[in-house]
């Protein structure tokens, strides 16, 4: 897939705000700081398309980017980020499970998890969440720059292990690197794929 437009087109806080075009929606979700807006940045070839920065919490609301008039990417907040307050966790988390489960247009959820720390808890409860939803959802590990192919595949066979205690099968797992734009090509050939599929 080539990326011809993106735009940024509105945040919401409300899964009933949120822009009403008939279009497919690909969400993307992980801890805080997993490398979310780079990611997607790297996936638009935009380094200004979504904000990024090193103080974790920094997307609050659901945002819609608008990707060649013909799908939305949407960024969600981040969970599990300890020093935002109690009372701003469970808002988020319950504007996001709404959002996740009451869209008409939802595709599928993209959970992105860092590959080089062990499984999180609350990565493997927001995957069993969806599971559970029936909600479609693939796993993009960020950050493999950082690590050694051996390294990345001992990570990698350790979180599908993890996975497969409750799930009967993985779901699609890919391996990135905004940094080196890595899985750019398959990531969006999946997209394409799903895309093709509906229409």
Known sequence: MKIFKSEFIKSSNNYKNCPQ???P??????RSNVGKSSLLNMLVNNKKLSKTSSKPGKTKLINHFKINNSFFFVDLPGYGWAKS????R???LKMIKTYLTKSQKLSLVFILIDIRIPPQKVDLEFLNFLGFNK???SIIFTKMDKLNKATIEKNKTKFEKE???KWESSPTLFLSSAKEKIGRDEILNYITDIN???N
């Open 135 to 137: 909600i479609p959802v």
């Open 85 to 88: 307050s109690k009372k701003e």
């Open 90 to 92: 469970r808002s988020w």
């Open 25 to 30: 929606e690909y969400a993307f979700i992980g």
């Open 21 to 23: 075009d008939n279009l």
């Open 196 to 198: 093709n599929s509906i």
């Open 163 to 165: 996975i497969l205690q």
